[in-house]
């Protein structure tokens, strides 16, 4: 059946080979539990690698979020067992304030670096674009390692914050100074953000590493005949997600030398006049502007949301052509949408920045730029649409996650234009309204982009199927929890429902929503216990899924579905195919499909 | 399950083909590869068609020029943010380190240098190869050296860099100075690594791409500075 044997071992052909002093490297080791699982230098299995410590912080990061909901759900409530677990940061049964900020913080941070960047762009960019662009492996297979040895030494960092005295960063995930500059502003400043900073700073190497590669693999080891116009969408979204990543992690990078300066030797590029009520003192720091660090911050913060967001897209865009069995709809207007998303992602940072003092004039500017976004947005949901369109539907688990996708897209996308004017932004700013917006339209759509690219290409994963009918149970309950969790938000944060509050029964305005908050955080815990669900599909499929049987269970026409079931090092055994037309022939000339490897007939149409 | 008969033909017999393949067999292949990797170099960024005629560029190289760019950007967001935080208020004026015209000069001769050993390299003139990369490296810390003359120097007439009561306008000096001569001792690292290897009698080195590769982060650097030192001079104007 598989080839594994034949290839392991000394089917380490990097693409350096041919070039690397002229020589070449024998390999006569033996492939071990170590070297194949463990320092593995194939993008495959790196990918999984990726995947599956994401896996493990989703289940950190989510119980965290189940725990927090409590609090905001029941805050009346004591639960016995939360202090067996939790100790002195839920004394009597209930999570003590410095504990929810903690578990706020470090659920973001978390989510947005550790599960939907790391994991989502970290697990696919890494298993499709060797597969997807006809190469051996990436350009550097040697970084390629570095970068997942990078992210899990930022992993365990992280984790290690959670267990000092003083408990992680609680100053929010997007750690605005005072509160990130100041050991004594928080308990969580103390320890937990120097560990934080360390985690963040081994992150961003670790991405910088995986970002050169994905970049130089996508443009110099295409198959012959892949030009840059027959790409599947994936590896373009993967691509743009790679140079948005490479121009602003280093930014975010520099606004933390200066905060750990700040921190650590006495300077003020961040704080100025501060007073600090725990330790009764007046600090020295004069003239620094903590808005600064907010420039830095989301001149990162902004393109990171579409570095989560973009390989979602591209995944949903391949698994609505496949599985709608017709070519996507304007193929070029989606790498021109692409293109623009990329380059204004680079130009709206302030509108998270309308209520610091920003001048109007400037302000306005942004609004415009910000809602320009929308122009793109709205193309790429008008090609999903056309694509699903009259076409002949198979409702695959990832199918339908795809189409989840869309759909949380469009709604999260529409409260975007609304904190996109400023003039409502004022009144938004830093409500529920912010945090509905943001969880739809990033949170859940690319974790359900995420679903679909896992339910999708499992099969050449691990040469199984993962449970059908579990599947469908997992999307539909994740669906409806998710817009039942995440709507009424919205009317919390237009009734002025301030985000990270620990205790809102305390305000007369907004007793209101003490039944909603109950009701939120109870669908909250079902759809998390629907996860679980998953990772028992994951994870049994792995040892008794249904086996695969063809080369080509859903009839694609990507190379990666021409690799053996179980593709060795090296992807190909022999030469890798060559490229004769772009990745969505689907129903041409009565045909279902046409894979990219076949040439063009004399007689074709064109499209 | 939803392959049509066809299309699963083609392939697995290509499958089939292959299970017995021995090792010798394989070998051939990776030199057939490498002959395709060759080709593929050829299909240039971004070009829609492959257009063999345009120069190739090595991948390691490309890799450079890629981590250069987030080099820059990341002293872009250093000097903007000093552009930023100079518009706001307790802002201290102060003139740079007359020195600094020395480590221009030291650095830039050092580039010369650098230009010269990769010139001699490629003429296979290694004695001269060694002693210019040599030069380079000790110029390259004779640089780091004047930079930090220049900072005892500001201190010494009262400009505190860092700690209780330094001015942020003084700081950012320090760490974007201090950011780039850190850049600069990582070349200095990189050609500490070629003189070693230039001396190692294992194995021959023919290809110039290392070299190539290390000059061209020395002139990055070199240039990274000379933008450096035009900005802070003007713009603290
Ligand atoms: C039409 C498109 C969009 C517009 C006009 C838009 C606009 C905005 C604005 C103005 C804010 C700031 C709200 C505030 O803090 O007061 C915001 C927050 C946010 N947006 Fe969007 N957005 C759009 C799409 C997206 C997409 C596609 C993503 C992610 C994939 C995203 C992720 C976020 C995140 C994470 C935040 C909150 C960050 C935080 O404060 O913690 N947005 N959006
Ligand atoms: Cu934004």
């Known amino acids: ?607 | 399950m939803f392959g049509s008969g066809k299309e699963v033909d083609t392939q697995s017999s290509a499958r089939s083909n292959l299970r017995f393949r021995t090792r010798k067999t394989y070998n051939l292949q990776r030199t057939k590869y490498n002959v395709q990797l060759r080709k593929n170099l050829n299909v240039m960024i971004m070009s829609t068609v492959t257009s063999p005629e345009r120069k190739r560029i090595h991948p390691h190289k490309f890799t450079m020029w890629l981590a250069l760019g987030s080099i820059i950007m990341m002293f872009a967001a250093l000097t903007s943010a000093y552009i930023v935080k100079k518009e706001q208020s307790n802002w201290l004026l102060f003139p740079l380190p007359k020195i600094f015209w020395y480590s221009t000069l030291v650095i830039l001769f050092s580039s010369l240098t650098m230009f010269l050993s990769a010139k001699a390299f490629k003429a296979r003139d290694m004695v001269k190869y060694r002693t210019l990369i040599t030069l380079t490296a000790v110029l390259g810390i004779l640089f780091g050296a004047l930079q930090w003359t220049g900072f005892t120097d500001l201190q010494l007439h009262g400009v505190k860099i860092f700690g209780v009561g330094s001015n942020a306008s003084a700081s950012f000096l320090g760490i974007i100075v201090g950011l780039h001569v850190v850049h600069v001792l990582g070349g200095v690292i990189a050609l500490l690594v070629l003189f070693f290897r230039a001396f190692s009698n294992k194995q021959k080195i023919y290809s110039p791409v290392p070299v190539e590769i290390v000059s061209t982060y020395w002139h990055f650097v070199d240039i990274l500075w000379i933008y450096l030192f035009i900005f802070l001079s003007f713009v603290n104007r």
């Open chain 1, 1 to 607: 059946m598989s080839n594994d044997a034949v290839l392991h071992g000394d089917a380490v052909v990097l693409p350096h080979s041919g070039v690397h002093h002229g020589e070449h490297h024998e390999h006569h080791h033996h492939e071990t539990f170590i070297t194949k699982y463990v320092f593995s230098q194939d993008h495959k299995m790196i990918a999984k690698q990726f995947l599956i410590t994401g896996m493990v912080w989703a289940v950190i990061g989510g119980l965290m979020s189940v725990l927090f909901r409590l609090q905001l759900g029941y805050p009346d409530a004591t639960f016995p067992w939360l202090e067996d677990i939790l100790g002195k940061w839920a004394k009597g049964g209930r999570i003590s304030a410095e504990a929810y900020y903690a578990l706020v913080t470090t659920h973001g941070t978390v989510l947005v670096f550790f599960v939907l960047t790391a994991g989502l762009s970290g697990t696919f960019a890494n298993f499709l674009i060797p597969l997807q662009v006809g190469a051996r492996d990436m350009a550097s297979p040697m970084m390629n390692m570095l970068s997942y040895w990078f992210f899990l030494a930022a992993s365990v960092v992280m984790l290690s914050s959670i267990f000092v005295e003083t408990g992680p960063f609680s100053g929010g995930w997007t750690a605005y100074p005072p509160l990130s500059a100041l050991g004594d502003a928080s308990p969580g400043s103390k320890t937990g953000m120097d560990l934080w900073l360390t985690s963040m700073a081994l992150f961003v190497v670790s991405q910088l590493l995986a970002g050169i590669n994905y970049i130089s693999t996508v443009l110099n080891l295409r198959t012959k005949g892949m030009s840059m116009t027959r790409l599947p969408l994936t590896i373009w979204a993967l691509f743009f997600t790679a140079v948005l990543g490479l121009l602003s992690f280093p930014v975010l990078f520099s606004g933390f030398i200066l905060l750990i300066f700040d921190r650590n030797f006495g300077t003020s590029f961040y704080l100025s006049d501060i007073f600090i009520a725990s330790t009764n003192k007046a600090l020295p720091n004069e003239g620094g502007s903590a808005i600064l660090y907010q420039h830095l911050f989301w001149f990162l913060g902004h393109p990171e949301v579409y570095i989560i967001l973009l390989p979602a897209m591209g995944m949903v865009s391949e698994i609505l052509s496949t599985n709608a069995r017709k070519p996507i709809f304007g193929y070029m207007a989606m790498i021109g949408s692409l293109f623009a998303i990329a380059i204004l992602a680079f130009l709206v940072w302030a509108h998270h920045m309308f209520v610091t003092g920003l001048n109007p004039f400037l302000g306005s500017i942004f609004v415009l730029l910000t809602l320009l976004i929308a122009v793109p947005s709205a193309i790429k949901v008008f090609n999903w649409l056309t694509t699903l369109w009259r076409g002949n539907i198979r409702f695959t688990p990832g199918m339908l996650f795809a189409i989840g996708f869309v759909s949380l897209f469009i709604s999260g996308g529409l409260t975007g234009i609304w904190l996109g004017n400023s003039a409502l932004d004022i009144h938004l700013h830093d409500t529920y309204f912010v945090i509905a917006h943001f969880h739809i339209v990033m949170g859940v759509a690319s974790m359900f982009g995420m679903f679909a690219g896992i339910y999708h290409w499992y099969p050449k994963m691990y040469g199984r199927y993962m449970n059908n009918t579990l599947g469908y149970i997992h999307f539909w309950l994740t669906m409806i929890g998710a817009y039942l969790i995440f709507w009424p938000m919205h009317y919390e944060g237009l009734a002025g429902m301030p985000r990270r509050y620990y205790d809102y029964s305390v305000w007369e305005s907004f007793k209101q929503f003490a039944e909603l908050n109950k009701f939120i955080s109870t669908v909250v815990i079902i759809v998390f216990a629907v996860q679980l669900l998953f990772l028992f599909n994951f994870f049994y499929s792995i040892f008794k899924g249904r086996k695969v049987t063809t080369l080509n269970p859903w009839g694609s026409t990507t190379l990666e579905w021409t690799t053996p079931i179980h593709p060795g090092h090296g992807n190909w055994v022999g030469e890798i195919p060559e490229v004769h037309r772009w990745a969505y022939d689907y129903g041409k000339d009565g045909q279902e499909f046409i894979p990219q490897t076949q040439p063009v007939g004399e007689h074709e149409s064109h499209h």
